[in-house]
């Protein structure tokens, strides 16, 4: 078996990792490390969760600890999506830099420009940067990027859903062409291939496992849910969370709940907040100080409940996560390889439950021919709720309108509990049919005020 200190590492780099508590260097670590020693270019397959990070910041650390910074000139650059990542590797940069004297800077939205600069002034031996952070400095005169030794591209493929590859090869090419380049990316779409082809010398490619084929670890389950009227499917969805939430009881020790629009995090948290869980959301549009103290919450276990976007939850590294529910299947299937990913780390069990509604089938087929397997079906938790066969109103037909609060109220014994979720009979309609709007009334007139502002 191969060890850390076969790899080629400095001693005080192999003192860190030995304080870091690990033993022995993972396949990317393993594949990565020997290559960017001896300056080559690598091109790392890898997703978050195989420790690619320590993959790039362990030979950096090796290799820039010889060596000075000049003034606003950094030696090396790893160019990050997102401003969590960023700061993950920044953190990862303390943790093995710790016996070695190397300065950094991050550069990343929501940290002030005036902080940085001063330290970029100095000289630094790391900058840490998100593209346009970095791009916005380096227009403003701050910056000279001609100094650049080493670079890293991290997460390559996010780079490009989130739509920053000019920015990326406008970087490339303001740094010098005898520069060593590092680039990492958990899939090799046909645009990140050209950009390797176009920017990477003759690379050692190192590819890890998938963790969809590797993550036997992880209990899948998906509970098909149909609403029991058009209306009512976000309120009835966010029931079915809770209860799903619920019948894992005290296994569910910390989640992951994924959405696939950042107005659903903020929904889903508040209405989970409401209902007594302990939940707070993450996504893009929240300022940073916000992001950060909730996902340090997170970490050390205050917060029970993390729901996120895609985008937001990419590369955030937390340790052990129990569960990870989808409150919405994922339209790429990929992403259902990412989310799941985020339970059952490192032979840890894990449990990932999705909720798939009937407009989410074909998604749902997607995701089952890419993982090979068929997700097995779990009951749905809500009793109330429609069962998935029933067959939905359309659009066309008159739908029976949600009574709010000044509408006549029907006597008790009109609804019996078990007719719950049924479809509303012709002359249920017709009782409830409001005054002037003939069968033809649109559907936000039916929901009721409460309905209407997420619960
Ligand atoms: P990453 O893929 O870089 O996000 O790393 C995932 C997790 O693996 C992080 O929590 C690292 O601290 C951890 N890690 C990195 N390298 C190792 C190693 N050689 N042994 C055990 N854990 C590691």
């Known amino acids: 078996m191969t060890e850390f200190s076969d790899l080629g590492l400095a001693p005080k780099v192999l003192r860190a990792v030995s304080d870091a508590g690990y033993t ?14 001896e300056g080559r270019d690598v091109l790392g397959i890898a997703q978050t969760g195989t420790g690619k990070t320590a993959g790039f910041v362990l030979p950096m650390v090796t290799m820039l600890a010889r060596g000075r910074a000049r003034a606003r000139m950094p030696r090396s ?20 830099s710790q016996h ?3 300065t950094k800077a991050l550069l990343i939205g929501g940290v ?28 403003r005169g701050k910056l000279l990027l001609t100094g650049v030794q080493i670079m890293v591209v991290d997460e390559a493929d996010r780079m490009l859903d989130m739509g920053f590859i000019p920015d990326i090869e406008r970087i490339f090419s303001l740094t010098p062409f005898t520069r060593q380049t590092l680039f990492f990316s958990a ?38 849910f149909r609403a029991s009227r058009r209306d009512r499917l976000a309120k009835e969805k966010r029931e079915v969370l809770r209860a799903v939430i619920e019948a894992e009881g005290d296994a569910c020790t910390n989640a992951i709940i994924f959405c696939n629009r950042k107005v659903d995090v903020d929904i889903v948290a508040k209405s989970l907040k ?20 909730t996902l340090e919450a997170f970490r050390e276990n205050r917060l029970r409940l993390l729901v996120a976007s895609d985008v937001a939850a990419r590369g955030l590294d937390i ?31 894990g449990k990932a439950v999705m909720i798939c509604a009937p407009a989410d089938e074909k998604n749902l087929d997607a995701i089952e021919k890419l993982i090979g397997k068929d997700i097995p079906r779990a009951e749905n938790p809500v009793k109330a709720a429609a069962p998935a066969t029933a067959p939905h109103p359309s659009a066309e037909e008159p739908q029976k309108p949600a009574r709010s609060r000044g ?23 017709r009782e409830d049919a409001v005054i002037g709007m003939g069968d033809h009334m649109p559907n936000f007139l039916a929901m009721s005020f409460a309905e209407r502002r997420a619960s």
Do not use: W
């Not at 940085?116 to 791009?135: E, F, M, N």
């Not at 409401?274 to 950060?292: C, M, P, V, W, Y």
């Not at 996560?321 to 339970?343: A, K, L, M, Q």
């Open 24 to 37: 022995t260097p993972t396949p990317i670590q393993e594949g990565a490390i020997p290559p960017a020693l």
């Open 77 to 96: 650059l790893v160019l990050c999506p997102t401003r969590e990542l960023a700061a993950q590797v920044a953190e990862n940069f303390d943790t093995y």
């Open 100 to 102: 070695v004297k190397l």
């Open 112 to 139: 002030s420009f005036k902080e940085q600069d001063i330290l970029i002034d100095k000289g630094v031996d790391v900058l840490i940067a998100t593209p346009g952070r970095l791009l916005d400095h380096f227009e």
């Open 187 to 224: 899939t090799m779409a046909p645009e990140i291939e050209r950009i390797t082809n176009t920017f990477l010398s003759n690379p050692a490619r190192i590819e890890v496992a998938r963790q969809a084929t590797a993550s036997e670890t992880i209990e899948q389950a998906v509970v098909m």
């Open 274 to 293: 409401k209902h007594g869980f302990n939940a707070e959301a993450i996504h893009g549009d929240l300022d940073q100080s916000q992001r950060t103290r």
């Open 319 to 349: 340790p052990s996560v129990s569960h990870v529910f989808n409150y919405d299947v994922p339209s790429h299937s990929e992403d259902y390889v990412h989310r799941i990913g985020r339970t059952g780390r490192a032979g840890r069990e």
């Open 407 to 429: 509408s006549r109220r029907r006597s008790a014994d009109a609804k019996p509990d078990r007719d719950r979720g049924r479809e509303p009979r012709r002359d249920d309609r």
